[in-house]
């Protein structure tokens, strides 16, 4: 999937399973924090309307998303708690190219698509190993969309660069994924 190079461990879903309001809660800031990327995006990319209509619908998308899992965390009665730090996107985030504009801005959506194709893939693993049959259809129906999303960004980086360095770039993010994830898998949260 997304030529990820290491997926997760399905009994990761069984740790997200065993405390489904913090999973939920770190999800939910999750969403707030792509709604958050996307309009940052859009604030480095006003000479491209087409780009920034494109993450307006993405950052609409990312909030829907963060109001659904919120709704969910109120209807089973769990309390939502304060916003969670994510080493994963924090160490991803040291890897973005600090060079030139352009480059810098390829690599936040390279960065962006990461972070997506890895919650697809953890999506993923949650629909198909977890006993709750409301999250499993939730989560199978936000694989599809955090798809969509990967796709999307890496798409504008192709469009802001050239398409073969970009694709480079995009083997140079997996290695380093690869080797930071292992670190992770191990919590109830999304990129844990």
Known sequence: MFKLKLLTDPRWANIAEGNLEEILTDHAWCEQKATTNAITLITMLPEH???VTELLDIAKE????FQQVHEIIKQRGYEFGRERKDDYVNQLFKFIIQGSREDYIIDRMLFAAMIEARSC???KVLTENIK???LKTFYKELMISEANHYTTFIGFARKLGNPEKVNQRWEEWLEYEAEIIKSYGKKETIHG
Do not use: A, K, Q, T
Not at 62 to 65: F, S
């Open 49 to 51: 309307p087409e780009i």
């Open 62 to 65: 990312e909030l829907e998303h």
């Open 121 to 123: 893939e953890r999506f």
């Open 132 to 134: 709750d049959e409301e």
